[in-house]
């Protein structure tokens, strides 16, 4: 069964260093997405990608978070520099299309601690 | 605006009982709502969805959900839970493209 890869699953790192994470969506699904999900939260949406276009990120703190998706297939999210409140697991999803009525597929996940 | 809420934090059950995750939900549009489980340092895995038609869906591992328009609700349902059931549940809205998570439901299923 295809599914969504992400690494690395876990990374610790002292704030004020550079983070960087990556995802390979399902082979085929156009829309691509970053959540960040606190403990006890629900996931939040950090940028969405359609092919390698960015459609949403809206909710992306631009001062320190970018990401790109240059060929329309795999993803990278990058932080710098990391912060403490930045801990937090990123979650990286993936839809055949952007259309309302498609579940979204994703990763397990990359767990951030900031020390 | 979209949101979803989830009145319940914890859920705890009797393995072999009846269970409901409740969820309510605000949207501005039809409404796509979604069930999602997270197992502990896993990404979430979808479970099942409400497009359209029939209020009663069905989805993974015995679990369905009963759409209410007139109370903005979709509550996830299961007629036997099992231990191995016991997860963090998501309820989800999506609409114009996006989707709203609620906060989560940790559901214990006890043997």
């Known amino acids: 069964e295809a599914e969504v890869a992400q690494s690395p699953r876990y990374k610790i790192t002292e704030k004020s260093q550079a983070v960087a994470f990556w995802c390979d969506p399902i082979s085929g699904h156009a829309t691509l997405y970053w959540y960040r999900q606190i403990l006890g939260q629900g996931p939040e949406l950090l940028v969405q990608?359609?092919?390698?276009?960015?459609?949403?990120d809206s909710q992306l703190p631009k001062d320190r978070f970018s990401a790109e998706r240059l060929k329309g297939v795999d993803s990278t999210l990058k932080i710098q520099p990391a912060e403490l409140g930045d801990s937090a697991m990123y979650l990286c999803?993936?839809?055949?299309?952007?259309?309302?009525?498609?579940?979204?597929?994703f990763g397990e996940g990359s767990r951030l601690t900031v020390l | 605006a979209q949101s979803v809420a989830q009145p319940e934090d914890q859920v705890n059950v009797a393995e072999g009982n009846p269970l409901t995750v409740k969820c309510t939900y605000s949207?501005?549009?039809?409404?796509?709502l979604f069930w999602y489980v997270q197992y502990p340092n896993r990404g979430l895995q979808f479970l099942l969805k409400?497009?359209?038609?029939?209020?009663l869906v069905k989805g993974s591992y015995g679990f369905e959900a009963e759409f209410n328009k007139s109370q903005t609700s979709f509550h996830l349902k299961k007629p036997s839970a099992l231990v191995s059931d016991s997860a963090l549940y998501f309820c989800a809205v999506r609409d114009t493209g996006k989707s709203t998570f609620g906060d989560g439901t940790t559901l214990t299923v006890k043997p």
């Open positions: 409400y497009i359209t038609g029939d209020n």
């Open positions: 990608f359609q092919d390698e276009s960015v459609v949403d």
């Open positions: 949207v501005s549009g039809n409404p796509y």
């Open positions: 999803a993936s839809s055949l299309s952007g259309r309302s009525d498609g579940e979204l597929f």
